[in-house]
């Protein structure tokens, strides 16, 4: 079946751990892209690519890395320097050459312990 | 950048209710998209509508992009069609392509 996936569905990261959040798409879409949700919020942009080896930062880059090595994964740093990393991560990918309808992964709920 | 107001923020239906979900924006858009955020987390595409009107069973979209709006209508609802509904747009200033978010309309639907 197309679609995206992402893991782990549940991450426990400790003070000062970096972690990376996994992201894989078979839907041959050029852009993808990750979201970070907070409780009763909508969803702000972290990072996204719209082509292998580019990407670029959203509104909130700080204390996160990315890669797109390959046009199927975007994996997601989540780095000691980000201070208040517990929220819900959403991955999704588009084909943005004609603005298509975007997708959604299933999420990854991050909580430090 | 480009700002997204989705109203009213919580809405409680009785089922078998209709009910219309707006979503305002700041500036002219290429793409607006109305999403479907279930209890689990996952969102789900309902429509990919910058202008015009679509529907899809019981659920339809009418985007005024003059007017800079657009208006999701839920007919008969049911206790499945509740969870967080998304608008999301994308500008056509400044030249990249993402979505932006507004912050949901809750729906809660009662048996």
């Known amino acids: 079946d197309g679609g995206i996936t992402q893991s782990p569905k549940y991450l426990f990261r400790k003070e000062g751990q970096n972690v990376t959040l996994s992201c894989e798409q078979n839907?041959?879409?050029?852009?993808m892209y990750w979201y970070r949700q907070d409780p009763g919020q909508g969803l702000r942009l972290i990072y996204y690519?719209?082509?292998?080896?580019?990407?670029q930062k959203g509104d909130i880059a700080e204390g996160y890395s990315v890669s797109r090595e390959k046009k199927e994964s975007f994996p997601l740093t989540v780095t000691s320097a980000q201070k208040n990393p517990t929220a819900f991560y959403l991955c999704a990918s588009s084909n943005q050459g004609v603005r298509e309808k975007a997708f959604f992964g299933q999420g990854t709920r991050l909580t430090v312990v | 950048g480009i700002q997204v107001e989705q109203s009213p923020p919580d809405l409680i239906l009785q089922e078998g209710a209709n009910s219309t979900l707006r979503c305002n924006f700041s500036d002219s858009v290429n793409n607006l998209q109305w999403f479907h955020q279930n209890p689990w987390g996952q969102l789900i595409n309902l429509f990919y509508i910058p202008s015009g009107t679509k529907q899809n069973g019981r659920l339809s979209a009418t985007t005024v992009a003059t007017e800079r709006y657009s208006l999701l209508y839920i007919s008969s609802s049911q206790t499945t069609d509740s969870g967080v509904y998304f608008c999301a747009v994308e500008g056509t200033q400044g030249g990249s392509e993402k979505l932006v978010f507004g912050k949901g309309t809750k729906l809660t639907v009662n048996p």
């Open positions: 690519s719209q082509i292998v080896n580019d990407f």
């Open positions: 839907l041959n879409h050029d852009a």
